[in-house]
């Protein structure tokens, strides 16, 4: 059995999920692949790396192993749009977000290979996210999930200029309560850092998907811009850097969390 991500158990209500920081390609599918898509140039980098200070304040970590070119955790299994007339990278994306073929000339994805990914490494990740979920509900009454993302801040293709530093997304406030997304932005507004909340992003299928406050489950989707803490030249983390955005990330997430236990405690 392949194993597909990792875990770490918490103590808390909250889930933090990392879809896109995989970076393992299976040989038979890197085979077939471009240089450019061998390079992951559209890997979340070092986002687990990032959130580890979660482990110590209760959060439960699922992180993917393998690279988003493999298949995309963040998409749908019928493959819809996220954003109507944007670029839409899909399931088993083809080309990267720069407009780069991802395999060679002649190689494509069939619809064969891609239920075949589907269920190896699509299924794996979100049985897990929902049977987490269910158990933190069970345990709290509620639960709390944060998928966590980050993006190079300029990427012409997807959004015009710079991106902010801070993108909150709720599917403009369907994922979580309006009091819960306000305590968040109020921290990212009062940090050292550029925010948005529901704009280029709002949050992908994980976030839309699992997002049921009537239901108890609350979700946000913050997408970093990666200039935060590391070189997007050479791709390397940067601690200094890190170390003062784990700190606003900690207070969002505190936020997150009281703000939401005194919801569901309502």
Known sequence: MTITFSRHQGTSPLLISIPHDGRRLPPRIAARMSDE??????TDWHVRKLYAFAEHSGATIVAAKYSRYVVDLNRSPDDGVLYEGRTSSGLCPLRSFAGHAIYNAGEAVS???RERRFAKYWQPYHEELQEIL?????QFGYALLWDAHS????????????????????NDGRSCPKSVEDAVGRVAAASPYSSVTNGRFKGGYITRHYGRPGDG?????????QRC???????????KRAATLCATLSEMLAAFETSAASVAGG
């Open 37 to 42: 898509g061998r390079a992951l140039p559209d």
């Open 111 to 113: 619809e064969r290979q």
């Open 134 to 138: 269910a158990h933190l509900k069970e």
């Open 151 to 170: 993006i190079q801040s300029s990427v012409p293709q997807l959004f015009e200029g710079e991106l902010p530093e801070l993108n909150i997304g709720t």
């Open 217 to 225: 489950i609350f979700a946000m989707q913050l997408e970093l811009a």
């Open 229 to 239: 803490y590391m070189n997007e030249e050479t791709l390397r983390y940067d601690t």
